[in-house]
């Protein structure tokens, strides 16, 4: 009986220790199964899936503001601006939010070195964006007065917008300075929203200073209409219905209009830097190509500043005189247009020729291009394209009002060849840019690309220990450097290169490089820089007319009687900020290409 029950009582012990090692094993695989959830959901989650959930979430918030926008434009008892207002300011605290979050994160990592892309943005077009941000705080500030001036019959939205716009643009400058150069490589699915949330955040800002912008001109418009005999047409009264308890909210109104393209500009280039940091995310640099590129020196520059100025007087000219004649009687009316179509005829036909010689000499001295990927250089060519399709819209359009119009004042024929002159001057200008851009430097690439050889040799015990470098990795000597070469590059790029470090990398460079970058430009380099200099100062020019008012496509009356009131205006409040975002995107481009020459 006694070995009967110990036989049993031995079943059921290895029965019980069976069953308790199925249920930890299945309790285990259970774990290891949330746990691989949890990784992919977080960490391993594919990129292009990544890339396509935000850009998702991003469009549709962009797509509710614009529906707020269309509501609003209507002028519906439903709608109203406070509406809108309060939407975008949810948005931007919700920025402020990611942007301290990430700061913070970024400074408990102070240990990891963040890898950076040297060509994401450059200390001018941040320092030209902080000045765009000074004037949008100015701004900022004209609305506030103008909320206590008729704070007793508006909104509070009104007076706590500009606050936390004022405190987003402090916090997004930062931001911008210090951490546009980032190459996300923690959280990366969590980051993706929010560097796609603060993209579509200024998208969305920018799209309400062009339709308020664009309110403000087509209500100018049309009291000048009705002045001519246009009676039929209603002009919407944006002032509150209530007086104003300050002398100065007059001043605070016709000042903002003023502010307006400034801060316009500065939302749409904040929107293009931080989608380069989007796109910058989970991405390997490659050490090779990201180095600054030495400089030469600017010599030889005489021309193209002498017509640049040239140019800029005469727009600052061409710009005070239409706005005050274009006020006036018809005769005076017609002849302010003519001459807006006179000198843009003029500046066209200059403006073409240089992009045409610039365009001769890369064909008579051809040069490899450049194909290594850069976010920030295939931006800027889509930007540049995609830009020109409104101006492209509006030009075809007044085409087709020239040669259909019965009517034939004096500028008719001038509105063509200005019409045709804008498509074939931005299809030159696009053509010099993007090949100045993609083009290799004679010498500069060539002395990169010696000075990056050596590189993982500096800390080897001996240079022959090192594995040659003709295009193929080794990745079994590359792990050891990796850390150093990193370090060393942030180091050259802040000039915290010092004493003997410093000595063994410059002397690890042919001694022609620092020749070549010291010699005198040639004259084909001249005249390219001279060419980028001219265009630049025109694009200034092309920018300020339409910026602040002088919009002869309002008022030459041609393409309103082909097409009527309402779809021309439509067609001229699209093409209008997108030819404005043209000129100011030309200008920053034409300028990388003279630093590049």
């Known amino acids: 009986m006694v070995e009967h029950g110990g036989l049993d009582l031995m079943c059921l ?9 199925t249920s930890s094993s299945s309790s285990e695989r259970e774990k290891k199964i949330f746990t691989k959830l949890k990784v992919s959901l977080t960490e391993d989650y594919p990129q292009k899936n990544a890339e396509i959930l935000s850009g998702q979430y991003g469009t549709n918030l962009l797509l509710i503001g614009v529906s707020l926008m269309l509501a609003i434009a209507h002028h519906g008892a439903s709608v109203k601006e406070e509406h809108l207002l309060s939407f975008i300011t949810t948005l931007m605290i919700l920025q402020l939010t990611w942007m301290i979050w990430y700061i913070v994160s970024r400074d408990r990592q102070s240990n990891l070195q963040p890898e950076k892309d040297v060509h994401a943005t450059t200390c001018w077009i941040r320092g030209g964006l902080t000045l765009l941000a000074l004037l949008s ?30 405190t987003h643009t402090i916090a997004q400058v930062h931001f911008l300075w210090f951490h546009i150069k980032d190459v996300i490589k923690t959280f990366e699915t969590f980051e993706r929203f929010g560097v796609i949330h603060a993209v579509f955040t200024n998208l969305l800002l920018w799209c309400n200073g062009v339709m308020s912008e664009a309110e403000h001109f087509l209500n100018n418009h049309k009291r000048r209409l009705s002045s001519l005999g246009y009676v039929n047409l209603t002009i919407v009264d944006m002032e509150p219905h209530c007086n104003c308890t300050t002398s100065a909210c007059s001043m605070f109104s016709n000042s903002l209009y003023y502010l307006y393209p400034f801060n316009i500009e500065y939302h749409i280039f904040v929107s293009a830097m931080l989608f380069v940091m989007w796109k910058n995310i989970g991405r390997s640099i490659d ?4 180095r600054k590129r030495p400089a030469t020196r600017t010599q030889g520059l005489v021309v193209g500043p002498i017509l640049g100025l040239v140019a800029l007087a005469s727009t600052i000219g061409v710009l005070v005189v239409y706005i005050i004649h274009v006020e006036e009687s018809m005769d005076t009316r017609e002849s302010a247009i003519a001459m807006f179509y006179c000198y843009g005829i003029v500046m066209l036909v200059f403006m073409c020729s240089a992009g045409a010689t610039g365009l001769l000499i890369y064909r008579a001295d051809p040069m490899p291009m450049d194909t290594t990927k850069n976010p920030s250089r295939t931006l800027d060519t889509e930007i540049l394209f995609g830009s020109s399709v409104g101006s492209w819209l509006m030009s075809w359009c007044s085409v087709v009002a020239v040669a259909a119009s ?51 040799e500096i800390f080897s015990v001996t240079s022959s220990l090192a594995p040659p470098y003709n295009g193929i990795i080794n990745r079994a000597y590359e792990n ?11 180091q050259v790029e802040n000039g915290q290169v010092y004493g003997t470090f410093s000595t063994r990398k410059h002397s690890a460079v042919p001694l022609h490089a620092g020749n070549n970058v010291a010699e005198t ?23 300020i ?28 409040n699209f093409a209008v900020p997108m030819n404005l975002f043209y000129r100011m995107h ?3 481009s034409l300028f990388e290409v003279f630093r590049r020459v």
Not at 287 to 290: P, R, T
Not at 480 to 490: A, F, H, S, Y
């Open 586 to 588: 030309s200008v920053a």
């Open 480 to 490: 050891p450097d990796k850390g150093c070469v990193t370090l060393e590059n942030e």
């Open 406 to 456: 019965s009517s034939s004042p004096s500028y008719r024929w001038t509105n063509l060849m200005y019409s045709l002159l804008i498509v074939l001057e931005k299809y030159i200008q696009n053509l010099f840019i993007i090949e100045s851009l993609y083009r290799q430097r004679e010498d500069g690439e060539r002395d990169d690309a010696e000075a990056a050889g050596p590189v993982p």
């Open 287 to 290: 050490l090779q190509y990201n």
């Open 13 to 21: 012990n290895k029965s019980y220790s069976h069953s308790s090692t």
């Open 545 to 572: 007319l339409p910026a602040f008012g002088c919009r002869p496509q309002y008022d030459n009356g041609l393409e309103q009687e082909t097409f009527g009131f309402t779809i021309w205006t439509t067609v001229l």
């Open 137 to 166: 705080l100015i701004m900022d500030a004209f609305r506030i007065g103008y909320f206590v001036g008729y704070r007793s019959c508006v909104s509070a939205v009104l007076g706590v917008y500009p606050i936390i716009h004022a």
């Open 521 to 543: 430009p040639s004259k084909k380099r001249q005249i390219l820089k001279n060419i980028a200099v001219f265009l630049f100062m025109c694009n200034i020019s092309l920018w």
